[in-house]
């Protein structure tokens, strides 16, 4: 929101793409908004999914149920947009590994917000470890398969490090 907040003070259009439960916030600040994934809440999500608290699994938990299932759809939208000219930058949160994918596909420069201690990685680490067990492996890059784009490797081809 403040990034978003303070591009639109700078006379840009920010537009925001998240979950519809925070459509009101959002807008409320004139924000474009679009929504992605469906209308059940952050708050329900995490109630409903209690495996998503198992301290020995939350990350991976988090990942399979919250990051994974819109891997395709963030991809789509973001590529989308962004091809039809309607974006000069994408400004990603760090978990939204395949809107990098969809920025980078439509030829947009995308600049990640990274958040929270579990994705400060170096540039020895990766997003494909295999304790996650989220994102698929293959031989020539991270989680890629599927989306059309060269091959890559390490996680400087994920935005990271």
Not at 47 to 59: G, H, L, T
Not at 125 to 131: H, K, M, T
Request: include cysteine; charge should be negative.
């Amino acid at each position: 929101m403040a990034v978003a907040r303070e591009l639109l003070r700078r006379g840009h259009e920010p537009t925001i793409l998240t979950n519809p439960t925070f459509r009101t916030l959002i807008e409320s600040n004139r924000i474009a908004f679009e929504g992605l994934g469906d209308d059940k809440s952050v708050e329900e999500q995490m109630r409903d999914s209690p495996e998503i608290w198992d301290p020995s699994k939350a990350n991976s938990n988090v990942l399979q149920l919250t990051v994974a299932p819109l891997l395709k759809p963030t991809y789509e939208r973001v590529f989308a947009c962004a091809g039809r000219g309607c974006a000069d930058l994408v400004v990603v949160h760090h978990a939204c590994f395949s809107a990098l994918w969809g920025a980078e596909k439509a030829g947009v420069p995308a600049a990640v917000c990274v958040l929270a201690p579990f994705y400060w990685l170096s540039r020895h680490e990766s997003l494909c470890d295999a304790r996650l067990g989220v994102l698929p492996r293959e031989s020539n890059g991270c989680g890629r398969y599927g989306f059309d784009l060269p091959p890559t490797s390490g996680p400087a081809a994920m935005g990271v490090g």
